[in-house]
């Protein structure tokens, strides 16, 4: 019960008011809609610029979060948590279906991303990473389509898939190379 009043108070902490300024609403909007394409779209120009090691990151990440999706859409037909404003809170100022908002599919993609490419070595553009995730997070919250646990837990389930993805790409690696 703490949790659930937790994270209905900070919703509404976070949450606009339902005459917004319209500066922060288009922003919000933006970073919610387009940051993370825009991002992926400088990660995929970088390969032609970058050497193989990038290469190998981005592809690794790639993988990483076409996982991370499919983890997401497993939760989503298993667990259904209501959306804000499935649950008359807040106010909600762009349209969305009322899916499952457990966990933020759009903070769990920009957080993989982040710890991928930080776990390979690629600390700016995980650092930018970290910095949408951040901007999205609040968005996403500020926009009325989730709770802050929704983003909290994404970004730790984003932290536990890249963790388990490197740990065991690592095994299989080595196990490849003491059997050549």
Known sequence: M?????????????????TPASFLLKM??????D?????????TILLIKN??????AYLHSMLVVLIGVCIASTIDHFYYHARPFALGLGHLLIAHKATNSFPSHHML??????FSFVYQGCQKLGAIAFVIAALVGWS????????????????ILALVIVNFYMRS????VLKMKQTA
């Open 51 to 56: 050497n193989s090691n990038y290469k190998k």
């Open 140 to 155: 996403r919250i500020y926009l009325g389509v989730h709770f802050p646990l929704d983003i909290i837990g994404a970004v």
């Open 28 to 33: 919000a909007i933006f970073i919610s809609h």
């Open 169 to 172: 790409r690592n095994i299989l």
């Open 35 to 43: 940051l993370i394409g825009i991002y992926l779209l400088l990660c």
């Open 2 to 18: 703490f949790l659930s009043t937790f994270n209905h108070h900070v919703f509404l902490w976070i949450n606009a008011s339902t």
């Open 109 to 114: 993609t920009i957080s993989i991303l982040a």
